[in-house]
């Protein structure tokens, strides 16, 4: 039987445009939804109904149909501020905390007409890979929810997989878009650091956070990041190019450059495929059989499409790992404990991160700084001589709930190393990286089929390329039609 969250956010914004639908109508419905499913998953940690609705029939009443996600139900992620809701950022120190601001990208995704219904749930912090706090119930994978829906925008996937949103936004400072839409069997989009106006990259430490969104399908994907691109006409030096130039408007009324990309689904490229990455030296990486299948289709496939194939390699950086527990543990010190009490509220990673990052001297930080900016020009002229990247997007499959050693912080560390070794360069390196799945795992009689996924990346500002790989990809595969049980 056919429901609204079966179409995809594009699909959606025209219904509602053509008036088939209106935004009180998709609201109810995406509410609902989240009463039906989100005790068992646990990916909506607040939920506004109240206020969802009154934004809804204010945007019902308002001629405001050429904003890019009019009517398009979302949810800000547990870390991000909004005014009068409350904001845990995945924390016991801040279970009681309620907002009174908006933070910049809540007023970029208002402006661009979205309705929040409330907040995703991210791990303490956002410093994990996972999300599995003390403060809200684990964001469970809904293919199957005695494993993670991954992180830190853990919540979102889980949210978005399932039918609950149509589509999210997520932050990125390691791979925290990519590793759960690549879990949860979807497409994540990190943007090249300065593509985005809100969580652009330029204004985090090492330049490592950036915002991007969590979707279905690549055309989704792309709807957010145009609607975030241009929530501002800024014009700085630093903001990444579009590359290639396409034209906008042509297939959609609102379509800007990076839809357009997405939906012309345009080009032949030449590839090259990596399995090494700069935590090699640092821990065992092992690429576990699914890992390799789900690469080993993407090749094929993409070589059936008529791209170049061809090997690649990062060379050895023995430093790596040391300099980017440097910056990961700097980035933690900030975190607002100082008590005693303070610090019993904080889980035991956090903790280890708060205090080995206030141990730091000034030298070892300023250390890891420069060697990161050497590490950023070697990688892009390293991955010069192609026009994207394919890596697996997960060394393993979703994590069981609980695989992560709770007490040991060194261990849970080099735990989701292992699990995840193909993201957190990326952010170092400011490149566009876009995870898609490619299928779930063969059943068995006591474990259903798990996404797995593969990640490509993009030179910088190269985004538009990236999506038309995707489009491509999604036309021969078909891999956005799989969904968990609960859709």
């Not at 992620?77 to 924390?91: C, D, I, Y």
Request: net charge negative; glycine share 10%.
């Amino acid at each position: 039987m056919f429901e609204l969250h079966h179409l995809s956010a594009l699909e959606q914004g025209e219904w509602l445009r053509r008036g088939r639908i209106t935004p009180r109508e998709l609201v109810e419905h995406y509410l609902a939804r989240i009463d039906q499913h989100n005790a068992v998953l646990g990916a909506l940690t607040v939920v506004e109904s109240d206020r969802a609705l009154a934004r809804a029939i204010e945007l019902g009443r308002l001629d405001a149909r050429s904003a890019p996600l009019w009517g398009i139900p979302i949810a800000d992620k547990e870390l991000v501020q909004r005014a009068g809701q409350r904001t845990t950022f995945g924390s016991r120190l801040r279970a009681d905390h309620v907002a009174d601001v908006d933070d910049e990208i809540v007023r970029h995704l208002d402006a661009a007409g979205a309705i929040s219904l409330g907040a995703t749930a991210a791990p303490e912090f956002g410093l994990s890979s996972y999300t599995e706090g003390r403060v809200s119930p684990p964001a469970r994978n809904p293919y199957d929810v005695g494993r993670g829906a991954g992180g830190s925008s853990g919540g979102a996937a889980a949210a978005v997989a399932a039918g609950l949103l149509p589509v999210a936004p997520g932050s990125d400072g390691g791979g925290s878009i990519r590793i759960p839409a690549a879990a949860c069997g979807l497409v994540g989009l990190k943007p090249s650091r300065g593509r985005t106006p809100a969580e652009s990259g330029l204004d985090s430490l090492a330049g490592l956070v950036v915002a991007g969104p969590i979707a279905r399908t690549v055309a989704d994907a792309a709807l957010m990041l145009d609607a975030l691109v241009a929530a501002v006409p800024w014009t700085f030096a630093t903001r990444a190019p579009i590359d290639p130039p396409v034209a906008s408007g042509r297939e959609h009324p609102h379509s800007g450059p990076l839809l357009s990309a997405a939906v012309r689904g345009e080009g032949r490229y030449q590839l090259g495929v990596m399995t090494t990455s700069p935590w090699d030296e640092y821990t065992d990486i092992v690429l576990e059989p699914d890992a390799r299948w789900a690469l080993d289709e993407a090749i094929a496939g993409f070589a059936a499409l008529g791209h170049g194939i061809d090997d690649i390699a990062l060379d050895p950086e023995p430093d790596y790992g040391r300099h980017f527990r440097t910056i990961w543990m700097a980035s933690a010190a900030r975190v607002p404990a100082h008590t005693a009490d303070e610090f019993a509220l904080l889980e035991p990673l956090t903790a280890w991160l708060v205090e080995r990052g206030r141990a730091l001297s000034v030298e070892t930080l300023v250390d890891a700084l420069e060697w990161l900016t050497a590490f950023e020009r070697r990688v892009i002229e390293r991955l010069s001589t192609v026009d994207a990247v394919l890596t697996p997007a997960l060394a393993m499959t979703p994590r069981p709930l609980g695989w992560y050693d709770a007490t040991d912080a060194e261990r849970n560390f080099t735990q989701q190393v292992q699990y995840t070794p193909f993201t957190s360069f990326v952010n170092v390196s400011g490149l566009p990286a876009l995870t898609l799945p490619v299928g779930l795992t063969p059943a068995t009689s006591d474990q259903p089929g798990l996404p797995m996924g593969v990640q490509l990346i993009g030179r910088p500002g190269g985004e538009a390329t990236l999506l038309a790989l995707g489009a491509q990809w999604e036309r021969a595969r078909g891999a956005q039609r799989i969904h968990p049980p609960q859709w």
